[in-house]
Structure formats: structure tokens, C-alpha cells
């Protein structure tokens, strides 16, 4: 194909990933986090903007772009600004190795990259730079202490998150994530391998600061964290930043564990939406069930509880595929 | 294979631009109403106290000093475990090594208190 | 100009301007954080030559873990608040000329060298090549690293408690 071809390709690709995250994520997931905490409350969430209240986070987002745009006196301009564009942008940087089915023409990836699962832990470690400008930028105590902290979560957390990741590339021989759904093809990844599946996805629930990992955004401690001086649209935009990695990481477990697109009679991609928003469901259900960690229990909890049973994970797997199939 | 890596670009350079789109649109629209209080830095309403830090803590620096030998270690697992499959046991006994001796630092780490937040 | 020199030449730029802020900005968050467009320059370059486990490796390690690691010293330490440092001094032409004079050596040492084609092409699955070779010829390199890395952590953490 003509290079200006496949410009238009990439570009168009690009847009569409963006809006679909954009409308998925952000939107429809901000909106079903809170029509599911309603439930688990038993209280409904909102209902009245729109049928059943679909159009609320439109709604809410039409509002924040009209807000004004404070920066606090003694910020950091440069940076401040920075960190809106470099956490949602790392976030969707995600999204490129992601499969999300498969047509007569080949996969529905923006693009198969042969280090694909590198590329994902790579971006997922590239937010946690933006989260701190972001804490920096604001010259705000309780800002920056809230983008330390998070940082130093989601630090601890990408080591867990790795290991579980190379235990499935080794199970498939390949860090393509198109292969390693094609390596599903007899038998899920969380049937052979569960508690890789777990550590991934109490990883990933660190790794987005959600409960029961939230300490550094909740409410009722920092403030917001590390985007407390944020308002308006940057606000949501970290926003789409937070819920965007979210998904990605839900959309990652699919692929890496549940088989990605594959199964019978449906289309792929409604098996792979059917899946992803299934584990959306499980993150929120998580969510609005358990209370939070403290720093010292969760940094603790992830450095002596996760990475020795991740170790041990990949040395039973690496025993099993490379020793006892021979 | 750098035909990749050009969508890959491309989708960075475009996305920024589609993130900071919204960024230029309240740039454009948004109210504007300045007065002194309003650019305070925020401190659940009372005036703000001294400087943004105050205070040198070690732990966050060893954390992230911590996991940056990790992250060395798991980068070198990355092609390992493309590999393993076509090599039998003489892969897994190298894990092993690897893996017991950087096991060793992370018990290393635990009994020194590197890993501890208080 | 193809492609890839177009590529290559924009990736340099990009990497030599945020060298450029990094080495000469009186603020030293602003250095810190130009180091990510740098890394990221650094990876494209890779990306031409044909190393993309590197370029992965790039990403992860530098813009990710050593970026953070510099900007965790950055904040803890009061230099951070905001206090602008001179980054010039009295030996600035000398410095320039020094500069000029390796630059014109290594230029010429490196178009008057015949530099050796190394035999075969590159395989196309980069990783899985790394990782056979760890498994074959470089066992004994990938064993130690992992004691590198071992040493690597008791020291830091010596150092570190000891400034307690």
C-alpha cells in the first residue's frame, strides 16, 4: 500500500480507538460505576438525563468543559499542563496491541507488534511519569504527597504484573498478544493457569488505583490525590486516563486469560465485549465490596505476598511446559 | 516490522493532538474571573503552610530503587520464556539459578527493613 | 529521502533537543521530565535498527522505572521547590572548544573507518533470538546478570539505610 494510505489507515484507526475509548470507557463506564455501586447500595443510580440515564456522563462532561480553567499560582505551568496530555495519552497507548476479535481479514488489532505484551507493560509503567508531574506540577502538599504515594503503588504492583505476563508468554512461546490468543484455542489461560490469573488481576486493580487499593484518591484521605488541583476538563481527563487503563488492563486479562475473541456460534468481538465487561464487573463489584489497604499494608502485600507467589508460579509453569512435556 | 512501529508513532503524535483537543476547546470557552483566592493552593480551606515538602523519606527511594533491579530482572525473563519451550531442561535449571539468586536479594531486602513503609 | 531516513532524522532531533533542556535547564524538574522525550527518541532509533525487544526494553526501564527513580530523588530533596540553579560558568568557551574537538574527531574516526559487515541478516523474530542465544551461547551472561543484579541490590541498600 502507498505510504499516504496507510497514514489515512493509522490515522483513522487511531481516531476510532479513541472515540470507542473515549465513549466505552469513559463514558459508558463512569456510568455503569455508578449504576452499579447504586445497586450493591441498594439505591438507584442516575436515572433521569437520558433513558435509564445513559446520557449523564455527557451530560457531565458538557458541564466540565464549560468550568474554568484555574492553575494555581505557584504551579509549575509547563509541567502542570504536561501531565494532563502524558497519563491519558499513556493510558490509550495501551490500546494499540490489543485484539478485539477477529474478521475474515486477519485479527481486529490496530497493529500486532512482535513484543506486544512488552509494549503493554511498557505504557502501563510510562503513567506512572505522568502521575507524578502531575503531583509535582500542582505545588499542592497533599497533590504531591498523593502522586508519591501512587507512584510507589503502582511501582510495586508492575513487578507482580510482569512476572504474570512472561508466565503466559511462556506458555504460548511468544509475546504477540494475536499469538498468545491463538495459543487458547484448546484451553483458556485461566484454566491452566488460575493463579497467574489472579495476581494479574490484583495487579491491575493497584495499577489503576481502585479500591482496595485507593488510598491515595480517596475522598476521605488526600483530598483527590494527586490531581486534587485539577478542574474541570483536566479533571476529566485523568479521568479517561484512570478508567481508559481500566479497561485496557480488563481487555489485556481477556486476551492473556479468558481467550481473547474466541468462541463458538457468536461473533468474536461480542465474545470479547461479553468477556471484557464481565471483568469490568468483577473490577467494580471488587470495587464498592472491600475496604481500602493502608499504604504500608498494600506496598507490603505486594512486595512479600505477591512477587514470591508469582516466582514460585513461573518456576512450577517453567517445570510443567519446559521439563514434564518432553 | 517498522511499518509497526510507524502506526505506533502515529498513533502517539495523533493522540496527544486528540487529548489535548479538549484542553484547547475550554481554553477557548471557558469563563474567565480571576481574583487572588481563587489561585491558592488548595488545603481543605485554610491558608497553606509552608513549603510544598518538608521532609526527606528514604522509603520512597528505595522502593523505587528496589524495583528498578526487579524490573532489570523481569526484562531478562521476557526472552527466556520465548525460548524455554524449544529447550528442555537446561531452561529451567537456568530459571532456577536466576531466579533463587535474585530471590536471595529480595529476602535480602525484607530482613534489612527495605521493604518496610514505617 | 526514504522513509526511514526521514524517520531517523526526526527521531535525532527529537532526541538532541530534549538533551538540549535537560543538560540546560536552570529547572531541575524541567531536566527530569525531558528525559522521557529523549528515551523515547532513543527508541525509535532502535525501532530503525531493528531492535524492538530493545526498544520495549527502552521504554519499560528508562522512560518508566530510571525516569522515576530520578524524579523520586528529584522531589524528596529540597532542591526541587522550585530553586533555579546557574547552569553556566567561567569555562564555557573552553568547554565549547573541547566539545568541537572531539566532535571533529569522532566524525572523522567514524566515516574514515572501515567499519565490518557482520555475516548473515538480522533474524525477524528479535526476541525469541535473544532468548536462544541466553540458552545457548550467552547461559553464563544471563546466570550473571542475575549476580550483578544481586550486588547491585545489597549495595543500594547499604548505601541507602546507612544515610539514616
Known amino acids: ?326 | 516490522m517498522l511499518l509497526d512501529w510507524g502506526y505506533v508513532a502515529v498513533f502517539a503524535i495523533v493522540g496527544a493532538g486528540m487529548v489535548a483537543l479538549p484542553l484547547l476547546i475550554i481554553w477557548l470557552i471557558s469563563p474567565r474571573s480571576s481574583y487572588p483566592q481563587k489561585f491558592e493552593t488548595y488545603e481543605s480551606g485554610v491558608p497553606a503552610i509552608g513549603q510544598a515538602w518538608s521532609q526527606f523519606n528514604v522509603r520512597y527511594y528505595l522502593f523505587s530503587l528496589i524495583f528498578v533491579v526487579f524490573d532489570v530482572e523481569i526484562i531478562y525473563l521476557y526472552p527466556w520464556a520465548v525460548a524455554a519451550r524449544s529447550q528442555g531442561a537446561l531452561a529451567f535449571y537456568e530459571l532456577l539459578v536466576f531466579l533463587v539468586i535474585l530471590t536471595l536479594g529480595l529476602v535480602y531486602a525484607w530482613r534489612k527493613g527495605a521493604l518496610e513503609w514505617v | 529521502m526514504t522513509g526511514e531516513a526521514l524517520a531517523f532524522y526526526v527521531l535525532a532531533a527529537l532526541t538532541l533537543a530534549s538533551g538540549l533542556v535537560v543538560v540546560t535547564s536552570p529547572n531541575i524538574v524541567h531536566s527530569a521530565v525531558a528525559l522521557v522525550p529523549s528515551f523515547l527518541g532513543v527508541t525509535g532509533l532502535y525501532v530503525l535498527l531493528n531492535a524492538e525487544f530493545l526498544a520495549g526494553i527502552q521504554i519499560l526501564i528508562y522512560a518508566g522505572a530510571i525516569t522515576v527513580l530520578i524524579l523520586f530523588v528529584i522531589m524528596l530533596t529540597e532542591g526541587g521547590t522550585g530553586m533555579r540553579a546557574r547552569q553556566r560558568n567561567e569555562q564555557g568557551p573552553i568547554g565549547a572548544a573541547v566539545a568541537a574537538a572531539m566532535a571533529v574527531l569522532l566524525i572523522t574516526v567514524a566515516t574514515h573507518t572501515a567499519w565490518p559487515r557482520g555475516a548473515g541478516t538480522l533474524p525477524a523474530y528479535t526476541t525469541a533470538a535473544i532468548g536462544r542465544s541466553f540458552l545457548g551461547a550467552n547461559i553464563l551472561v544471563f546466570e550473571g546478570t542475575s549476580i550483578v543484579l544481586l550486588v547491585s541490590l545489597i549495595g543500594a541498600i547499604i548505601i541507602a539505610r546507612k544515610e539514616e
Open chain 1, 1 to 326: 500500500m502507498p505510504w499516504y494510505l496507510e497514514l489515512l489507515r493509522a490515522v483513522a484507526g487511531t481516531i476510532l480507538i479513541f472515540s470507542g475509548v473515549a465513549v466505552i470507557a469513559a463514558m459508558f463506564g463512569v456510568l455503569l460505576e455508578r449504576k452499579i455501586s447504586a445497586w450493591i447500595q441498594s439505591r438507584l443510580g442516575p436515572k433521569h438525563v437520558g433513558p435509564q440515564g445513559l446520557l449523564q456522563t455527557l451530560a457531565d462532561t458538557l458541564k466540565l468543559l464549560q468550568k474554568e480553567n484555574i492553575v494555581p499560582r505557584r504551579a509549575d505551568p509547563v509541567i502542570f499542563a504536561s501531565a494532563v496530555i502524558v497519563v491519558p495519552l499513556a493510558a490509550l497507548l495501551d490500546y494499540v496491541v490489543i485484539p478485539f476479535g477477529t474478521t475474515r481479514a486477519g485479527p481486529l488489532i490496530f497493529r500486532d507488534l512482535n513484543i506486544g505484551v512488552l509494549y503493554f507493560a511498557a505504557t502501563s509503567a510510562l503513567v506512572v511519569v505522568g502521575i507524578l508531574m502531575a503531583g509535582w506540577g500542582s505545588n499542592n502538599k497533599y497533590a504531591l504527597l498523593g502522586g508519591l504515594r501512587s507512584a510507589a503503588q503502582m511501582v510495586s504492583y508492575e513487578i507482580p504484573m510482569g512476572l504474570a505476563l512472561i508466565t503466559v508468554a511462556l506458555l504460548a512461546g511468544s509475546l504477540s498478544t494475536v499469538t498468545i490468543v491463538n495459543a487458547q484455542a484448546g484451553l483458556w489461560n485461566i484454566v491452566s493457569q488460575p493463579v497467574a490469573f489472579l495476581i494479574f488481576l490484583v495487579a491491575a486493580t493497584a495499577e489503576v488505583n481502585r479500591t482496595p487499593f485507593d488510598l491515595v484518591e480517596a475522598e476521605s484521605e488526600l483530598v483527590a490525590g494527586y490531581f486534587s488541583e485539577y478542574t474541570g476538563m483536566r479533571f476529566a481527563l485523568f479521568q479517561l486516563g484512570e478508567y481508559g487503563e481500566m479497561f485496557a488492563m480488563a481487555a489485556m486479562a481477556v486476551t492473556l486469560f479468558l481467550g481473547g475473541w474466541r468462541g463458538p456460534i457468536l461473533p468474536p468481538v461480542l465474545w470479547f465485549v461479553i468477556k471484557l465487561y464481565a471483568l469490568i464487573f468483577v473490577f467494580m463489584w471488587v470495587r464498592w465490596t472491600f475496604p481500602r489497604f493502608r499504604i504500608d499494608q498494600l506496598l507490603g502485600f505486594s512486595w512479600k505476598v505477591l512477587i514470591p507467589v508469582a516466582l514460585l508460579n513461573l518456576v512450577v509453569t517453567a517445570f510443567f511446559v519446559v521439563v514434564a512435556h518432553r
